[in-house]
């Protein structure tokens, strides 16, 4: 048996009251996964433990197997696996952001989506500006970048800046923990500060505020570790070897820190114009070799941070039809038979633009085994699933017990 998880990041909602009371999963045309889910078995999982923030890192270590409160170490230090960013001892990674201040506020954070040629120039300014001997930027992709600090001290409170466009970026800096940690939280605060008056007039926002596009007006740091220690997924599960596919560097981070190796894709690019047929024809080629492959697409999720329902429709009609379809027409003619799970990380609500921890809908779809009595893949119809609602290791248990 082999296996596949496809994971649209973000695809769970909310009802909302411009689509009747329904959520975007409901009313997506997605003919392909309602079929896996008639053909398959459903439940809901928990993505969240308790303690955590419901973000992307914790959600897709979750949905992984891994034991979150043991193995996680910062954000920044899985996309560090990704990008090749070594990390010593005494050293703290972070998430720093491109986002965009307008009058005072975060307006986005994103910077509207600032292509990758942009932000590595942007980036290098900032390196070489900012840069020293204890302070170093890494350039990621579009706005999702590193910083590398010599001697901070993780313990600090820091704000994703896509959990609150539309606040005072004063009123959400970085914050010590404990004492021990004011010098770090100083020394973060005023890199944010000095970058907003670098980046002001910088020539990449001035071509593209006379564009009418948003400025990357500042960086924002978030989601501090040290140097992680995760097993690989062989140690946990019956996989021999694995793959994963992605655009997001903490998604191939996390593959990466757990054994998979990372295949790059032609014009994926993290958003809804992503290249989902170069996805499903990489998934098919790694099932020639390969007996795990986890694909994922963030599409939906920047959709839903975005706030926009039609859009986050769209993308998972997309995830449906032009990444799904593919995969499952392929396996039905391969001699081994392939086990198909598709599910989100984590809800992200457009009425919020931010994610929360509410149990997310999935499908186990083992060709092998006898099917539910659920139809559709959606928020509600997934709560009359065999399964019931899990959390933990309980999805990876039992898609690999071939349950």
């Known amino acids: 048996m082999k296996y596949v998880i496809i994971l649209g990041d973000g695809m769970a909602d909310e009802p909302i009251a411009k689509l009747g009371g329904k959520t975007p999963l409901q009313v997506a045309n997605k003919p392909t996964i309602d079929r896996l889910a008639k053909m398959g078995r459903n439940g809901l999982l928990h993505t969240v433990p308790d303690g955590f923030q419901p973000g992307s890192e914790i959600a897709n270590l979750s949905v992984l197997g891994y034991d979150v409160p043991n193995v996680f170490e910062g954000r920044g230090t899985l996309e560090a696996a990704s990008m090749g960013v070594p990390i010593a001892d005494g050293e703290m990674v972070m998430r720093c952001n491109l986002i965009c201040i307008e009058n005072g506020k975060i307006k986005n954070h994103s910077a509207g989506h600032i292509s990758n040629e942009e932000a590595s120039e942007l980036i290098a300014f900032l390196q070489q500006n900012l840069g020293s001997d204890t302070v170093h930027f890494f350039n990621g992709v579009s706005y999702r970048h590193l910083l590398k600090l010599k001697g901070g001290d993780k313990r600090i409170v820091c704000t994703p800046p896509h959990d609150v466009p539309g606040t005072p970026f004063a009123d959400v800096m970085v914050k010590a923990a404990v004492p021990e940690a004011q010098s770090t939280a100083d020394v973060l605060n005023d890199l944010i500060l000095r970058s907003q008056k670098l980046l002001e007039n910088q020539p990449v926002n001035v071509k593209r505020k006379a564009l009418g596009k948003d400025p990357a007006n500042s960086v924002w740091f978030w989601s501090p570790g040290y140097k992680p220690a995760m097993q690989p997924l062989s140690e946990l599960f019956n996989i021999r070897s694995g793959t994963v596919i992605s655009a997001v560097d903490l998604i191939k981070g996390i593959g990466i820190s757990a054994g ?104 186990i779809y083992n060709p092998n085994a006898t099917p539910d009595a659920v139809e559709t893949f959606d928020e509600f119809a997934a709560q009359k699933g065999v399964f019931g609602t899990l959390s933990g290791d309980g999805f990876m248990q039992l898609l690999m017990n071939n349950k």
């Not at 081994?336 to 599910?343: D, M, N, Q, S």
């Open 260 to 363: 998979l190796k990372s295949v790059d894709v032609e014009g994926a690019t993290g958003l809804f114009d992503t290249n989902y047929e170069g996805k499903a024809q990489a998934v098919i080629e790694a099932l020639k070799t390969d007996d795990f492959v986890f694909v994922h697409v963030e599409a939906s999720d920047e959709a839903g941070h975005e706030g926009d329902v039609d859009l986050k429709i769209k993308t998972i009609e997309y995830l449906s039809e032009r990444l799904a379809k593919p995969i499952v027409e392929a396996v039905a003619k391969m001699d081994e038979p392939v086990t198909i799970a598709v599910l989100p990380d984590h809800p992200t609500p457009c009425c919020l633009r931010t994610h929360t921890s509410a149990a997310v809908p999935f499908i």
